[in-house]
């Protein structure tokens, strides 16, 4: 066997060696790797809203089921977005009858959402959502945020929704009897 055979049996042993490693490697990576929920779909306007539980900031829990019995805009907001609190300071405008029905979720750590929530309207209820699930839920990608649910849980308008529009929503849907 001459010098260059050698050398190629050799270099060949190396990628199968190397090769098998590899793959044993994957296997195991494979079979340690948590497997992943599949993404929730996101609810369109007309279906029923993702049910959820979140916490108060006295640390009681609370069901969606309990919290929606009449018109309710979720307000989706963050201690570090500067448009939230402007969008927060908006509301304290809004008539008192509507703003009953505005409910503020904070994202983010618990210290600077209880100061944000001197920024909304005083009737508002406030909620703690660290990880911005819910957010997630309902397919936010920028803050602040909106979803305006009616009397049975259905999803009524999404997304960035102007305050002027946003009292309008909530009169005709408190109008509006199921």
């Known amino acids: ?3 260059l055979s050698l050398i190629l049996a050799l270099v060949g042993l190396l990628v199968l060696f190397h090769s098998v490693l590899l793959w044993r490697i994957l296997v195991w990576l494979s079979a340690s790797t948590p497997p992943v929920d599949p993404p929730r779909p ?3 306007v007309g279906e029923r809203a993702p049910p959820f539980r979140l916490w108060s900031f006295e640390g009681e829990p609370v069901e969606s089921t309990t919290l929606i019995r009449s018109p309710t805009a979720l307000l989706f907001v963050s201690s570090g977005c500067g448009a939230c ?4 300071e908006a509301t304290k405008r809004l008539p008192a009858p509507i703003r009953r029905f505005l409910v503020g979720i904070c994202e983010g750590e618990e210290t600077p959402c ?3 929530r001197l920024a909304g309207a005083a009737e508002m209820r406030w909620f703690h959502d660290p990880e911005g699930q819910l957010r997630q839920q309902y397919g936010f990608t920028a803050l602040p945020a909106t979803a305006v649910l009616d009397r049975s ?4 308008a999404w997304g960035w929704i102007p305050v002027e529009d946003l009292e309008r929503i909530l009169e005709e849907l408190n109008e509006e009897r199921d």
């Open 85 to 88: 609190v402007e969008f927060l």
């Open 42 to 44: 996101i609810p369109r």
């Open 114 to 116: 209880r100061s944000l």
């Open 153 to 156: 849980h259905r999803l009524h």
């Open 1 to 3: 066997m001459d010098t």
